[in-house]
């Protein structure tokens, strides 16, 4: 009979240390899916934050390449433009009537031309040469110290298509 009454205490003490260790394998298990979970959050989280950084990228890069895609042909066009501006200037004023049609197309290609974000770059003669937004073409030599490396012609517009600038104003410089 004691042996009958041992039998259920051992019995007792290997489920309690089946307890003990099952509980121990799941704490284990449960800390390890814990650890999973936490490494694929923060996998999640970068992925998430590089796809974010890829929309931003992918849509700047868009933007860019719609402000720039027209660059070529606009830049072809300006000597057409130019060829307009020297005509118009080099009309007499008697004869001003008789190409205002001439008139009405240069500035129709000047309105889609700056709709198309196409921009004059601001000269003026008398301003300060800039190697950074200028072209000098010519130096000549001025006897008035105030001219000197001031812009005292200008042979041709330049031209910005945005911020870009497609194309240096061709300048005098005093020296």
């Known amino acids: ?30 800390e390890e899916l814990n650890e999973s979970l936490n490494q694929d959050k923060e996998k999640y989280l970068r992925l998430f934050a590089e796809f974010e950084n890829f929309k931003k990228r992918t849509t700047k890069e868009r933007i860019e390449l719609f402000k720039t895609a027209g660059q070529e042909v606009i830049s072809a066009i300006l000597p057409i433009l130019d060829d ?49 937004i200028h072209e000098a073409i010519t130096l000549i030599p ?14 041709e517009k330049g031209y910005q298509l945005g911020d870009k600038i497609i194309r240096f104003p061709k300048v005098v410089v005093g020296q």
């Open 84 to 132: 307009f501006e020297r005509a118009i200037n080099q009309t007499p004023e008697e004869d001003k009537k008789s190409i205002e049609g001439f008139l009405l197309i240069n500035n129709k290609l000047a309105d889609v031309l700056k709709s198309n974000g196409l921009n004059v770059t601001e000269t003026k003669i008398g301003d300060a040469f800039d190697a950074e």
């Open 1 to 30: 009979m004691a042996d009958k009454a041992s039998k259920p205490k051992a019995k007792a003490k290997k489920s309690t240390a089946e307890k003990k260790s099952s509980k121990a394998d799941v704490s284990k298990q449960l």
């Open 142 to 155: 001025t006897q008035d110290d105030a001219q000197k490396g001031k812009i005292i012609g200008i042979t």
